[in-house]
């Protein structure tokens, strides 16, 4: 998490970050403690970037756990009632254990929503319980259709310093629904995710498992300051679109501990708008790192870059992935039309198991928002570095393929060993339009990508200096909660 300089109470939590968050801390959640009126006490115990004065659980607020009762009004009430906590100490809304059925609600500033373990929000499939949003200004349409979209099932806009954390509790977006909607063409609006952030900044996800989302799942857009942490996501490997984590336009820093991911699209896809409103919009995604990441997601890549990048793509670092079966390690992916840029994308130590092409690069990434897109808007693809690779059971090792006339450049590959599967393709590296260099590279790589000896296999950059991120404290909050 970058914490902006301007503040300087954020600048003492940044200093004092490093010590405590070595300290091993183990999340306890106990049991029933014991009742009074009827109501049962629990306390619980996270970490997160602020701890709450207040706390209530969603059954103060009607709230009915069965799985059959719609709770959309019990969390808008919490929210509205919590709302008032802003400016004194924040606060919390617990829910406990059972079935938590809602519809999309929002969510407001300094706020944590905390989810017991054997707490699972199930997404309604009313679609009267999913208001829908004007398209994102930098897509100017749906994903999905032209027009509008249902709101995500938890929403944020313009707000600051909001929790979504928990003992693993689930979120279940319920999406065979939603899926099969969608095959059969019967959705007016695009699908809704899981959880969106928009123009948002000091936002905490961690410690929960996103389940069978109806589309994307975490997107936090148009924000700054995004920690996500622990979390697990979870869909068929054959559901549409159900990419694990979309970091779209300014958000910095999404810090991937742990997290697992199986999906059906690419676990991490890192966007920036669409074509022509992408570049009018005009906001890169910037400072981005993703560590210790478990993909598994046969038909798509653990790391994707676009195809949505006209807003440009600057300063990824990725480390310590693991991919066990995907289609690619690392997909960029762009076209004619869309403008804008990839740049500066480091990525060291990935280890990977069955797939398709280790390395995915392609300017012909044909789907257009519309036919208004300049066909002479060029992306520009710079500085993509990848190092200290292990791959086995790989179909092809590298399938590069830049724009006539506008290559990718300044690529550079080092140490990488990938062992190739037994019906490996013959070529193992095939390259048009793309520039660089390699080093320590097998099996041997194509000549637009020149071998510089061993004596250069450290070439390929990864930035040295720490990011923010790794000064940002984690206090411990230990909170109590009486509910039905
Ligand atoms: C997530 O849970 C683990 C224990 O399971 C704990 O060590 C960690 O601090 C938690 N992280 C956050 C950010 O809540
Ligand atoms: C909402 O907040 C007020 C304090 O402003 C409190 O008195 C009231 O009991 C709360 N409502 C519920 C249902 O908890
Ligand atoms: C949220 O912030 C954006 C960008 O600053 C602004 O355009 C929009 O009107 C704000 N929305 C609300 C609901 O305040
Ligand atoms: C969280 O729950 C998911 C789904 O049940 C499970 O796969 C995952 O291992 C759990 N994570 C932790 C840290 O307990
Ligand atoms: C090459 O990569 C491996 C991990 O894949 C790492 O253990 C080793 O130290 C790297 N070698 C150099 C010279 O950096
Ligand atoms: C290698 O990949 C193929 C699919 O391409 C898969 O069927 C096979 O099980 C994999 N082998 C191992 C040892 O993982």
Same mark, same amino acid.
């Given at each position: 998490m970058v914490w902006s300089g301007?503040?300087?109470?954020?600048?003492?939590?940044?200093?004092?970050?490093?010590?405590?968050?070595?300290?091993? *801390?183990?999340?306890?959640?106990? !049991?029933?403690?014991?009742?009074?009126?009827? %109501?049962?006490?629990?306390?619980?115990?996270?970490?997160?970037? +602020?701890?709450?004065?207040?706390? =209530? +659980?969603? $059954?103060?607020f009607g709230g009915v756990g069965d799985g059959k009762t719609s709770n959309t009004k019990a969390f808008k009430d919490a929210v509205d009632?919590?709302? %008032?906590?802003?400016?004194?100490?924040?606060?919390?809304?617990?829910?406990? =254990?059972?079935?938590?059925? $809602?519809?999309?609600?929002?969510?407001?500033?300094? &706020?944590?929503?905390?989810?017991?373990?054997?707490?699972?929000?199930?997404?309604?499939?009313?679609? %009267?319980?999913?208001?829908?949003?004007?398209? @994102?200004?930098?897509?100017?349409?749906?994903?999905? =259709?032209?027009?509008?979209? *249902?709101?995500?099932?938890?929403?944020? $806009?313009?707000?600051?310093?909001?929790?979504?954390?928990?003992?693993?509790?689930?979120?279940? !977006?319920?999406?065979? *629904?939603?899926?099969?909607?969608?095959?059969?063409?019967?959705?007016?609006?695009?699908?809704?995710?899981?959880?969106? &952030?928009?123009?948002?900044?000091?936002?905490?996800?961690?410690?929960?498992?996103?389940?069978?989302?109806?589309?994307?799942n975490v997107h936090p857009v148009y924000s700054s300051n995004i920690l996500i942490q622990g979390i697990t996501i979870i869909a068929p490997v054959k559901s549409p679109n159900t990419d694990g984590i979309n970091p779209g336009m300014n958000t910095r820093d999404p810090n991937n501990v742990f997290n697992y991911i199986?999906? !059906?699209?690419?676990?991490?896809?890192?966007?920036?708008?669409?074509? /022509?409103?992408?570049?009018? &919009?005009?906001?890169?995604?910037?400072?981005?790192?993703?560590?210790?990441?478990?993909?598994?997601?046969?038909?798509?890549?653990?790391?994707?870059?676009?195809?949505?990048? +006209?807003? !440009?793509?600057?300063?990824?670092?990725a480390e310590d992935i693991t991919a066990i079966h995907t289609e690619s390690g690392v997909r960029i992916k762009t076209t004619r039309g869309r403008g804008g840029f990839v740049k500066d994308v480091y990525v060291k130590r990935m280890s990977l198991h069955t797939m398709k092409w280790v390395f995915w690069m392609t300017g012909n990434y044909k789907q257009h928002a519309d036919n208004h897109y300049d066909p002479n808007a060029l992306p520009v693809i710079q500085g993509i570095n990848y190092r200290d690779i292990v791959a086995d059971n790989v179909s092809m090792a590298a399938r590069l393929e830049g724009i006539e006339g506008d290559p990718f450049t300044q690529i550079c590959i080092s140490n990488v060993t990938i062992g190739m599967a037994a019906k490996a393709k013959k070529v193992p590296w095939t390259c048009t339009d793309v520039e660089g260099i390699t080093s320590g590279v097998s099996p041997r790589?194509?000549?637009? @990508?020149?071998?510089?000896?061993? /004596?250069?296999?450290?070439?390929?950059? &990864?930035?040295?200096?720490?990011?923010?991120?790794?000064?940002?404290?984690? %206090?411990?909050?230990?909170?109590r909660v009486k509910h039905m």
């Amino acid at each position: 998490m970058v914490w902006s300089g301007k503040n300087p109470m954020r600048i003492k939590v940044a200093r004092m970050a490093r010590v405590v968050v070595l300290v091993a *801390f183990i999340l306890v959640l106990r !049991g029933a403690e014991g009742r009074k009126k009827g %109501k049962v006490a629990e306390s619980f115990e996270y970490t997160a970037i +602020s701890c709450r004065g207040h706390s =209530a +659980s969603i $059954t103060d607020f009607g709230g009915v756990g069965d799985g059959k009762t719609s709770n959309t009004k019990a969390f808008k009430d919490a929210v509205d009632n919590l709302s %008032k906590y802003a400016s004194k100490g924040g606060a919390q809304l617990y829910v406990p =254990a059972g079935k938590w059925l $809602t519809g999309s609600f929002s969510l407001t500033s300094h &706020f944590t929503l905390f989810l017991h373990k054997d707490a699972v929000l199930l997404a309604s499939q009313d679609m %009267k319980e999913w208001p829908v949003l004007k398209p @994102l200004p930098s897509y100017g349409r749906g994903r999905d =259709a032209a027009g509008g979209r *249902f709101t995500s099932l938890i929403y944020g $806009t313009n707000l600051t310093d909001v929790i979504v954390t928990g003992a693993n509790g689930t979120i279940d !977006g319920q999406g065979s *629904f939603w899926w099969q909607n969608f095959h059969k063409g019967k959705l007016k609006y695009t699908r809704p995710y899981l959880l969106e &952030f928009m123009y948002s900044d000091n936002i905490q996800i961690s410690n929960v498992t996103f389940l069978n989302s109806p589309s994307w799942n975490v997107h936090p857009v148009y924000s700054s300051n995004i920690l996500i942490q622990g979390i697990t996501i979870i869909a068929p490997v054959k559901s549409p679109n159900t990419d694990g984590i979309n970091p779209g336009m300014n958000t910095r820093d999404p810090n991937n501990v742990f997290n697992y991911i199986v999906s !059906g699209d690419d676990c991490i896809a890192v966007k920036s708008g669409w074509d /022509e409103y992408g570049i009018s &919009f005009g906001m890169p995604t910037k400072h981005l790192v993703i560590r210790r990441l478990t993909c598994i997601s046969p038909y798509s890549a653990a790391i994707a870059l676009g195809s949505e990048m +006209s807003g !440009g793509i600057q300063d990824i670092r990725a480390e310590d992935i693991t991919a066990i079966h995907t289609e690619s390690g690392v997909r960029i992916k762009t076209t004619r039309g869309r403008g804008g840029f990839v740049k500066d994308v480091y990525v060291k130590r990935m280890s990977l198991h069955t797939m398709k092409w280790v390395f995915w690069m392609t300017g012909n990434y044909k789907q257009h928002a519309d036919n208004h897109y300049d066909p002479n808007a060029l992306p520009v693809i710079q500085g993509i570095n990848y190092r200290d690779i292990v791959a086995d059971n790989v179909s092809m090792a590298a399938r590069l393929e830049g724009i006539e006339g506008d290559p990718f450049t300044q690529i550079c590959i080092s140490n990488v060993t990938i062992g190739m599967a037994a019906k490996a393709k013959k070529v193992p590296w095939t390259c048009t339009d793309v520039e660089g260099i390699t080093s320590g590279v097998s099996p041997r790589p194509c000549d637009l @990508l020149p071998d510089q000896g061993p /004596e250069k296999i450290k070439a390929c950059d &990864f930035p040295a200096e720490p990011l923010s991120i790794d000064r940002v404290m984690l %206090k411990r909050c230990t909170s109590r909660v009486k509910h039905m």
